[in-house]
């Protein structure tokens, strides 16, 4: 059984910072790409930011700059370093990880962490 475990969040300041962790256990094989996404009320789940295996990264627009996402492969775990923080950043966001089961393409899934609220205020 693959879980993803979310950590981090919680109300800050407009400017200032915070860090999500989200680390994948149980029975993986390898992980392809990584991301956040997040849902504020009332709107749409978004895409926050992606990173491939091999660290190739992607951003929205909204949080270019001030948003960093990396990993550690060795601890399959994805961080979202979140500076400059907006009182629109907040949301609860989650994390996402494609994993393989096994060495055969077809055992890939898609799992997602419960969510984490992050909350700026002004």
């Known amino acids: 059984q693959v879980q993803l475990v979310q950590s981090g969040g919680g109300l800050v300041q407009a400017g200032g910072s915070l860090r999500l962790s989200c680390a994948a256990s149980g029975t993986i094989f390898s992980i392809n790409a990584m991301g956040w996404y997040r849902q504020a009320p009332g709107k749409q789940r978004e895409l926050v930011a992606t990173i491939t295996s091999d660290g190739s990264t992607y951003y929205a627009d909204s949080v270019k700059g001030r948003f960093t996402i990396s990993r550690d492969n060795a601890k399959n775990t994805v961080y979202l370093q979140m500076n400059s923080l907006k009182r629109e950043d907040t949301a609860v966001y989650y994390c996402?990880?494609?994993?393989?089961?096994?060495?055969?393409?077809?055992?890939?899934?898609?799992?997602w962490g419960r969510g984490t609220q992050v909350t700026v205020s002004s």
């Open positions: 996402s990880a494609n994993i393989l089961l096994t060495y055969s393409r077809t055992s890939i899934r898609e799992y």
